[in-house]
């Protein structure tokens, strides 16, 4: 997907007033569907999911705080976020002391709007900025209005089953709940349809389920509508905040070492990048969901910048102008990668298990021996199932005769492509082409191994 | 106990002649059983204990070494080290060339009389400082007494078992053979009754047994009369050389990171204690008997000072100047933090394994979403089973919040409470309050591991 | 064998002109069955072995290069090099261009002759030093005679096994297959026999099985014609490169810590030499076929200096100024050491695994207890098995009381001699002299693991 794409669709969702139920969510997924295909489903209010319950559905069409002059401290007109996610409605003249619970404000962020919801317990208010509300006149009576809706309805969440050869499945997961804030997480859902349009039309080797959901009740429901599958997902990447200006980062499925973390940590490797690694903290998104006791799907996130490592997190200033489509283009180029190498992890058993194969009669060796130096044009045969491009490998790729040697050694059938590049430091992807130009002569096969 | 309490009984039991039998370790149990209930058990000299037989037993009333002139060298009613322990009875007039080879002295440690013992051949001798054997007129004729007595008896020894809910039950040993020396052991003997002194009235987890016996012999006797209680025992505490001046240190047991060395490091992390660490050795205490191929009982000793490490140990010179009570008050602590820590190690099942259980319903979440920071008001719930006092924490506690969230995250009943505080740092007593609130409300239960 | 016998047999083998056939091999054998004991095997032409074919036989008698004038630009009678071996059979007059892609020189080494070879495509050509070829006046016509003959004959190979008591087998290979070069490997072969020599009339205790064979395709065929024996192979290594002017070093099996290399390492230690550490490398010799997928056989080299690590490597500058028997000497002690280290590689069972036994009572134990330091006088029993001189151990050795105790501690079967050696950081010879004192007191036995 090419740069400008990335930052139209940016440029249309981020005004959309999204929260857990609603239409903010149905009109994000329709702008989605525009450029990718996915399902839609509507889960009914009061639907019972685990321990949770889907809540009433949310909808706003106005809402300001203004005094008796007019002068306005709040406009969701201006900022959605000046009204706290899921207020309920109100219309109501007050004293300052009556409206002072009603306001979020951060003092260390003057100019900066929070980002506050309420959804399971019914109340309402407003965030402002810090500088405006030290400007009021507390002896003023203050006019509130939420324009709101809250009765039962439906939560909505997208999704579609991208099916491959193998029998893994691995879960591209995000959130569609966040109102106009750029990098959490509306960069993680353009992230996610552009990932989806790159490998929907390819032949691919293992499955891929695509999920856009709301945070916390929609992974729970989704987990709970869909508990035979998610209990076989393999592993599962999680876009979120995936376009700020700073360093690539990842943070770690709760293994810690499972072949999801593996696979992202050999990706950067090849593409020369050394990202920000987090390990695995409860405090995060939808891995508190799919990683629980009951599914224990181990979920990684690469991002950029992560949540709570950037000032601007959960205010109006994690805007298009922190976030935006270059630095999101280079974290897609990471995920893609990722896909790319876990589509190349396949396990090999060799045909010719007791000494090496004669290599020089197939035409795979040199004819004279002795020499140091070995030729390596084998070509780059590895590229040839993925049609999108990759950043240059940064991992030095070795000769193709050794790579085809390692590989026969390894060829019992124990051995992952990836165990096999982290031992002997090559990019999967000549590994892969290695592997093909075996299989071509009969001296491998793939097997499934049922990981 | 209160240190005054500690300082006497120290002072008190010190100059008792104690060896592996006899009424020195018969006076021993009888004084710390003023303060603490445990059972006396008598073996017959003679009673074989696998490939050992229990000795005849030793009493000595009076010993000296004097010249024609009345000039004494030795005498046991000044220090019960001048006469070598287990001697056979002697009154005799020698020539120094006689004498010599039942003389022992340490040349580099000129003031201090040695400790040395003969248990199980035959001898008698004198220890003395070296100062006093260079200054005898080798000239001279010398009268050795010892009036002892080796005949047929028992050995001593004391136990009880404090019978705790789960399934595991802890040992909790030291020796009481050491004539008057602080360190080694007499500062073993008084933790051993001060510790049993804290926990004998509490509603216990754990099964703890509590054994005081003679070193050697005594182990073995005690695993030979209690082969098939001994076998099930999940780990052992082994108080000795717990009252030096110098650094706290832990002697490790023989698999290394077993729960017990586990837990003991945690003890002192969260007292901000770092100490200094001994591999195991063959060269120690009862481990020997406990952890042998036999019975496998890991084995570890928190002490201040370690024998071997400090230049007093068996010689005069480790007497109550060097060995105190305020001394083994601070080693007492961790102990008693351990054993706080042990009870405490529990395994948790999740009863909403699926996804997080909603815990806004249940009150332990706040209603306004989208901040930072997390309140931290369950208060200090973790101590309510225990009486006694433990040193601050020096391993900050963390929001209380966090910490339900990961016992849900990991209560699959794999992970003990100390496998998560090392993966989180975080104490196990705040884990313990937070599991104790999750178990209030019906969120996790606990389950017994077998472990 | 003393280092004038090494010097005498690498100064007649290093003329022969060896090939993976031919009668350079039978003679080389022949010459190492003066003295050692080993069978010899012809395979013919044409048998299949797994993938491969035993290739035709390959002999020469004379070859040169001339111009019109007589100069000569390499000479077979000068140095075996000079021909690429398995060259056909050539006499004819060339131009330059025609003779040119039949000429191989080293233009960063311009005195050296490469070494080359074209075992399984047809072909011809001279090696010779990059000074000569640029020399040659290229208007001139050549004259270029190889007397060699390519016909079914067969492949020679040696091997013995010499039976022990346990039911491990360990592999003792080599190649046989380079003409006149020093280091690889003659010196390899040599060693091998040195080794042979040492060990043959011994009182073993795990068999080894002597092999010596072309490199590569001997390999194949040695494991095509003993595939079962193979498959039951502990172990092996394979002297290669023994006898450089570098530091010793080892080039570890492909596990890395398997019982071949952890001994390796230990007798290093022991002897307080640090080797050269190289990681298993698919570029390298037999070990390739050995540990093929159908074999898996873990083959270490400990080497002086490895291939490829020299500049002379596969040159006629590795000649025998630059390999010698001195040298070689050194490398040869490692190997005794390690089979030393290997032979004493017990397991233990403890008779009186309950508590310690009385050691008192046997006379293992000083009758006087309470002092600091043991006595050590055991005498040294761990060489009587062994003949051969081995160097001074430089790890230290400690008590010999100490030392059983440790074995008696450990002594439940699951660990070896070489796992306490690690352990406690004593040399296995002071633990096996001390396993030998407690089975003469009934105090452990041996066990077989199956390993």
Sequence with gaps: MEISTIQSLLERLFPVCRSITGNGVRRTLEILREI??????EIPSGTTCFDWKVPDEWNITDAYLEDEEGNRYA???????????????????????????????LPEMPEAIPYRTSYYKRDWGFCLTHRSLAEIDRSKRFHAVIESDLKPGSMTYGDIVLSGKSDQEYLISTYCCHPSMGNDNLSGVVLWAALLHEIQSLDLYHSYRFVIIPETIGAICYLSEHSEAMKKISGCL?????AGPGRLGYKKTFIGDHTIDRIVEQTFLENGIEPVIYPFDILGSDERQYSSPGFRIPTGTICKDKYYEFQQYHTSLDNLEFANAGQLYETLQIYLGTIHNLEM?????????????????RGLYKSIGGSLVQPAHLGNKSHRDFKYKITTQKLTAGSDLDAMRWLLFYADGSKSLL???????LPMSQLFGAARTLEEHGLIEEIQTGE
């Design 75 to 105: 406009d969701f007109k201006f900022n959605n976020l000046h009204v706290v996610s899921y207020s309920e409605p109100v219309n109501k003249w007050l004293e300052f002391k009556e409206l002072e619970p009603h306001l979020h404000s």
């Design 345 to 361: 992890n396949r396990n090999y058993l060799s045909r010719n298990p007791n000494g090496e194969p004669m290599l020089g009669k």
């Design 419 to 425: 165990d096999i590049a982290e031992l002997i430091n």
């Design 238 to 242: 999680l876009p979120s905040n995936v």
């Design 36 to 41: 990718v295909d996915f399902n839609i489903t």
